[in-house]
């Protein structure tokens, strides 16, 4: 009759608690809900914090902001379902305690574990541990209740030692019968082994083995709990670390528990020679998520009181620690608007300064004054007077000097006036009152020829006011100043598209649309430097399509699939879409062309 194992002794409990219940317990395993690893609530922290010695730090502070700024752009979890599974694990935690539980605790626990893990904003989180959990508990179950194979070596071995030891006591009976011995001078003779014997000895080296294979099984699975429990610290998942830590002291008996996970895993969690165990896993586990608690609280008081500037900083810090926990991802939209809202503000008041456009800057330093009580902007108004003051000083200067008709310094002066403060006001008036000179028409002539040949539209808009007084009267050079002037406009539309596309946390559109710029315009410089600021987080992207670039034209069928490679990877992507689609027609041409999917001479 086949010996039945039985049951782990958290299951045990549960079998206790929940009558009638005869559902397989292994068979949750594999109908949970597994979560997709793009699913957009979720946050991605790898590669940006590192735990060392117990100390959470910082390992790439631009890429830190740069997933700040998409998790402030992201839709928040509804606050009711967060609520639901912070409670849930709550539960779940207390029911395990911190010591080692009872087996009826346990088995609570693990009903509790079920319902987190089929949670869609598990993430697979304790989806994760559950398995890991059922895992341990069939090792530990196989080792408490040995199956039926072993049961049976078990019985053959007592049998078999029973039956040696007769033979033994017979095979001593008969040499005692025997007479005293006689003295010879040959060796005696090595008895042989009997049959039965060497069967005992099979058995019992088979014993051995299966009791071997027993103790790896269990440190293997201890091993898995501990690098579950490390890697839920690792990435930020707190409340899992503590969960994870818990079921391994009830499933082990182990109220204390040692790290097994090498010297690297210890130097995470203490320094060298420190108390490097699970317990004070546990403990940095709860501290941290305690530190993102206390971060969140004191930066919705900041809030409050419109200390702005200081709410994002602790805002940052949080999401820096903790930036998958609960609290962390329903933080509300409101709030998270406010502080994006702010950061869009800096970054636009930057770019306006870089283009001197002082009147529109000093309008954006009033609404980050109004937006935030901690923000102080009298350098940035100081930069802004001292911009209109030069360009006043110059303006001033280009006057006197055209009235001493010097129109040579006159234009020098007026260049200057213009790259200090572009829309100064008051350049019109003075092209006005120097528009009757021959000189100064000429110069703006020459120039504007220079600039529309070089295709510097950006220098052509920056200098309207004089060329379009000089272009008045030439109808060819008029259209060609106009257009220059409705390509620099699309220009600047499309930067300020491609930077709005960034504060939504596109950044794959935002890239793209920098890249489709700069190939339009080649000769623009800005554009250069627009595409290189909105590649960070997209280089795999970059790389892919110049790689992709690269063999289109000689190998379409293998860039076909590169393309679908980086459409899958990046489903954003327009420019993989588009070459998806270019490739699939020239495929489709070719194979019409000729029976065997040669592309045609005509798209080589």
Known sequence: MRS?????????????????????????????????????????????MRWHEGVCEVVDQSALRQAFENYLAATPVSKEAAERRSLLLRDCS??????VTSPQDLGKAYQILQQLAADPLDQNRCHNLLRAVVKASMVLSGQKNPGASEAALLRQKEILSWNVRIE????????????PKTIKSTPVPVSTPSKKALQLSEIENELARIGLGDEVSELQVRLELQELALRFLEQGDYIEAILTVRFYRGLFADWSPSLRLGQEAMLEIAPEGGKANLSYL???????????????????????????????????????????????????????GRILYFLQLQRHLDQLLAEKDCEAALAVVMEMEAQASDF????????????????????????????????????????????????NPDLPALVKEFAGSAELKHSSIDEFDRLYAAHRICEIEQERFRLEAALRDLPVRRAQ????????????DGMERSRRFLDLG????????????????????????????????????????????????????VALGLYLNLQHRYPKSTLADEG?????LLLLKAGTSSPGLSPNPKYN
């Open 4 to 48: 039945r194992i039985q049951e782990p002794r958290f299951l045990k409990g549960l079998r206790t608690l929940s009558a009638g219940w005869t559902s397989g317990w292994i068979g949750c395993l594999f109908f949970l809900p597994l979560m997709a690893a793009d699913d957009p609530k979720a946050v991605d922290m790898e590669g940006l």
């Open 94 to 99: 207390r029911q395990l305690g911190p010591g």
């Open 168 to 179: 033994r006591k017979q095979e001593q009976l008969r040499r005692e019968g025997a007479g």
């Open 282 to 336: 546990e403990f940095l586990a709860t501290q941290s998520q305690q530190t993102v608690r206390d971060l969140l609280s004191s930066c919705t008081t900041l809030l409050d009181g419109h200390a702005t500037i200081e709410a994002s900083r602790h805002l940052m810090a949080a999401f820096a620690r903790g930036g998958r926990t609960l609290e962390m991802i329903s933080y509300p939209e409101s709030s998270r």
């Open 376 to 423: 102080d902007g009298a350098s940035y108004r100081a930069s802004i007077q001292a911009s209109k003051s030069l360009s006043g000083i110059h303006l001033a200067a280009a006057r006197r000097v055209g009235q001493a008709a010097n129109m040579t310094e006159m234009l020098k002066e007026m260049k200057l006036a213009e790259e200090s403060w572009p829309k």
């Open 481 to 492: 100043f106009k257009e220059a002037l409705d390509e620099a406009s699309k220009l600047r």
């Open 506 to 557: 596109n950044r794959v559109g935002a890239w793209e649309l920098a890249k489709t710029l700069s190939l339009r315009y080649p000769d623009q410089e800005k554009l250069l430097a627009l595409q290189q600021e909105m590649l960070s987080g997209v280089e795999p992207l970059a790389e892919g399509l110049a790689k992709v670039a690269r063999i289109e034209q000689s190998s379409p069928g």
């Open 580 to 584: 998806v689609t270019r490739i699939s």
